[in-house]
Nanobody, 128 residues
Framework: VQLQASGGGLVQSGGSLRLSCLVSGRTFNGLFGGWFREAPGKEREFVAASASRGATTYYSNSVKGRFAVSRDNTKNSLLLQMNRLSPEDSAVYYC??????????????????????WGQGTQVTVSS
């Protein structure tokens, strides 16, 4: 299974970007997907996740209300719409996926150790 993230770039504060993650090697249907980010000198942190079934999504407090994660199983893709971006959102963004059998909530979906597959990062830079 391979994940390919795209859509990063340079944007001004207050602007928007849309990240895409294309899953190949198996169907995305049945996998849960998530986004993490890593800024220089900081730990990789959870951003958002989409459960494998239904429309359940999870967000970190820092992006809740500004970012929206969605999935398109017909296109084998995970998406992240990022609005009202600030310089604090600047980081390399990674998409990841796995199987969420037995998950109970955000504690599971926000743990990087629960993800089996990782894509390469895409750089997001927000200028002030």
């Amino acid at each position: 299974v391979q994940l390919q993230a795209s859509g990063g770039g340079l944007v001004q504060s207050g602007g928007s970007l849309r990240l895409s993650c294309l899953v190949s090697g198996r169907t995305f249907n049945g996998l849960f997907g998530g986004w993490f980010r890593e800024a220089p000198g900081k730990e990789r942190e959870f951003v958002a996740a989409s459960a494998s079934r239904g429309a359940t999504t999870y967000y970190s407090n820092s992006v809740k209300g500004r970012f929206a994660v969605s999935r398109d199983n017909t296109k084998n893709s995970l998406l992240l719409q990022m609005n009202r971006l600030s310089p604090e959102d600047s980081a390399v963004y990674y998409c990841a996926a796995g199987m969420d059998n037995g998950f109970f909530g955000i504690a599971d979906y926000s743990s990087r150790w629960k993800y089996h597959y990782w894509g390469q990062g895409t750089q997001v830079t927000v200028s002030s």
